[in-house]
Nanobody, 124 residues
Framework: QVQLVESGGGLVQAGGSLRLSCAASGRSFSTSTVGWFRQAPGKEREFVGYITWSGGINYADSVKGRFTISRDNAKNTLSLQMNSLKPEDTAVYYC??????????????????WGQGTQVTVSS
């Protein structure tokens, strides 16, 4: 069992930066792929990026070059550094975790555990 709690959301102007954090509890964090998803009003929840237990990283095309995902297994934390933010990045951002040693997935149904979400609003 993994419990996830996000923090760091807020309001920022276009072109600005925000850093999201996700604190995890549970023994399987260090052996699981963890990732970020986001959901804008009226839209489906979409993949943002993941990082595997061995450090492999994958991003959605829409955030490549602007967002950076990282993890600290010693502290059971996951982070998302978001730079050059755009109004279209406005969404609720969710931290998610797969089960131990599962193949990394970009689809939401591949993730067993979810945080409660944190709002990110980018003004134009």
């Amino acid at each position: 069992q993994v419990q996830l709690v996000e923090s760091g959301g807020g309001l920022v102007q276009a072109g600005g930066s925000l850093r999201l954090s996700c604190a995890a509890s549970g023994r399987s964090f260090s052996t699981s792929t963890v990732g970020w998803f986001r959901q804008a009003p009226g839209k489906e929840r979409e993949f943002v990026g993941y990082i595997t237990w061995s450090g492999g990283i994958n991003y959605a095309d829409s955030v490549k070059g602007r967002f950076t995902i990282s993890r600290d297994n010693a502290k059971n934390t996951l982070s998302l550094q978001m730079n050059s933010l755009k109004p279209e990045d406005t969404a609720v951002y969710y931290c998610a975790a797969q089960g131990p040693y599962e193949l990394p997935r970009t689809s939401r149904d591949g993730y067993k555990y979810w945080g409660q979400g944190t709002q990110v609003t980018v003004s134009s």
